[in-house]
């Protein structure tokens, strides 16, 4: 599945946009090409989109699903993902009085919702609950089968979670369209899934068959498409991260792009977690990644470089320190082109 194009769709985001917690919501508006008719945010209520995120998408900004029914939504995407996936109190009113008026309801937290009865019993003919973290049937251990594929591999990874690793991996797809390679972006996460269809919830899938829910992924895809772009998760350098090291071995990729918040330190939920200097971090992943030489020679291609709290000409700065320090090509892809990151991974 995948949010739906025909549909008129409402985001429900108490706090999320300016807070830390929005991370779904924010990317939909961004990327998706489905109709989005309100954004539910009592904190935001009435103010501008684009002043509050840069997003240039012109959607209002109501303070309930009530307020949002003169839109006349069809679909409430839960646009959140907190810390440990669970639903906010505050979020319940306003996730019963959508499926009261008859919209069926998007939710990528780890709660299933259509499980609950209370929440079964609001559903019309019609109405659907799509729960996105689901774990896929008919799963094996991996075997490094990926490594067999001709296609190009490209990984996000990232010195912490929630950085632009699926942004990333997302713009360097588009890129790769735009220049005819025939290209495949592959969700891992609740928001890709959401966007795009193809993918798994990989932090719905027990961590023994998490690799080879991976390997099942890219080899489905891998023979058909000459490049794919594997949406990354978590980080190697945060301590509860267990998504990073199963995309690696599932996938075997061919190619790591390294995504890091330019000006971060520390690990930003457990500050006592220091980010090493990028050229350590890299010879860290691309250690990792080759199993010291027993899945080959795997290199980090570029660095994309978070720098949404910069203003221009200090991001431009920023890129052109990164590249110097890394030596690899390095751009924020997001604000400016992917064309750089692109180049370096189809020319090796």
Known sequence: MRLPLNKKIAILLHEGLTGTQGKTGLSILRYSESPIVAIIDKESEGKSLLNITGINRDVPIVASTSAALQYQPEVLVIGIAPKGGMIPDDYWPDI???LQAGMSLVNGLHIQLANIPD???????????WDVRKEPSNLDIASGLARTLSCRRVLTVGTDMAIGKMSTSLELHWAAKSRGWNSKFLATGQTGLMLEGDGIALDAVRVDFAAGAVEQLVMRF???????QIEGQGSLLH?????????????????LILVHHFGQTHNRNNPYVPIPPLPEVIKMYEMVASGAGAFGKIMVAGVALNTRDLDEDTATAAIAQVTSETGLPC????????????????SN
């Open 119 to 129: 929440l079964q019993a609001l559903l019309k003919p019609g109405q659907l609950i």
């Open 222 to 228: 891998g023979k058909h498409y000459d490049i794919l």
């Open 239 to 255: 301590p509860g991260s267990t998504a990073t090291l199963p995309l690696i071995r599932g996938s075997q990729p061919t190619h």
């Open 331 to 346: 751009t924020d892809p997001v604000r400016f082109d992917a064309g750089v990151l692109l180049d370096a991974v189809m």
């Open 96 to 98: 019963k009085d959508a």
